[in-house]
């Protein structure tokens, strides 16, 4: 992986010359990223708990009391996938590209960053919450920078059967050149919020790793290209 340190915002002008921003994508799994089915299946356990911590420690933000913001990469999709192709016995090369192309799907935009939005649908009676999800705009959700920008993201699910399912929600941001440099400059502050009907949550700041593991998904997209 591609490590980029924080920097501020000097260095951070000095460390990129040149475009950095929509001229490339994040690279593909393919079935050569896989492992065979059986030896995913006797380390599953061991897979999980990675996997585990590291959504909790560089991909996963909570927004207020009822929603959670998960950034997508490949590694998260990685375990995804197998996981899929061990529960379902997936052992045939074309179901596996299949599942492969439908998964990357999921990764990145080229110059954003994409995550999956869920939202607490097991909500008690008489909660205000309970009706503002089926409302959901891509512009409730925003990335903010540093109090100087805010990125609002954009909903890409937004059929009517997404709608019905209600609680879970992809969605895309896309940084120019400046809104990159702020999340990666390590004295500004960067949260997320959600303000959609009577729901009003902003996140904690974004921890040095959080920002570190993003900014590092923006930096293996350009070494890809």
């Not at 929509?22 to 356990?45: H, N, S, Y």
Request: proline content about 4%; aromatic content about 6%.
């Amino acid at each position: 992986m591609c490590r980029v340190k924080l920097l501020d915002g000097s260095a951070w002008t000095r460390a990129i010359k040149g475009p950095f921003l929509g001229v490339c994508r994040m690279r593909p799994l393919t079935l050569e990223d896989l492992i065979p089915l059986p030896e995913f299946q006797a380390r599953r356990k061991e897979y999980l708990s990675s996997h585990l911590r590291y959504i909790e420690s560089y991909r996963k933000i909570r927004i207020g009391q009822r929603a959670v913001l998960v950034f997508e990469n490949r590694q998260t999709l990685w375990f995804r996938v197998q996981d899929v192709m061990h529960l379902a016995r997936i052992h045939d090369e074309p179901t596996q590209l299949l599942e492969l192309e439908l998964h990357n799907r999921v990764l990145p935009l080229e110059g954003g960053l994409q995550g999956a939005l869920l939202l607490d649908g097991h909500l008690p009676p008489g909660d205000p919450t309970s009706s503002t999800w089926g409302d959901l705009r891509g512009d409730h959700l925003q990335l903010m920078l540093g109090g100087k920008r805010a990125v609002s993201a954009n909903l890409l699910t937004t059929r009517q059967e997404d709608r019905c399912w209600g609680t879970a929600h992809w969605v895309h941001f896309r940084l120019d050149d400046q809104e990159l440099r702020l999340l990666a400059d390590n004295r500004e502050s960067i949260s997320v919020r959600l303000r959609t009907g009577d729901y009003d949550g902003q996140s904690l700041p974004l921890t040095d790793g959080v920002r570190q593991s993003l900014v590092e998904d923006l930096a293996g997209m350009q070494a890809a290209a």
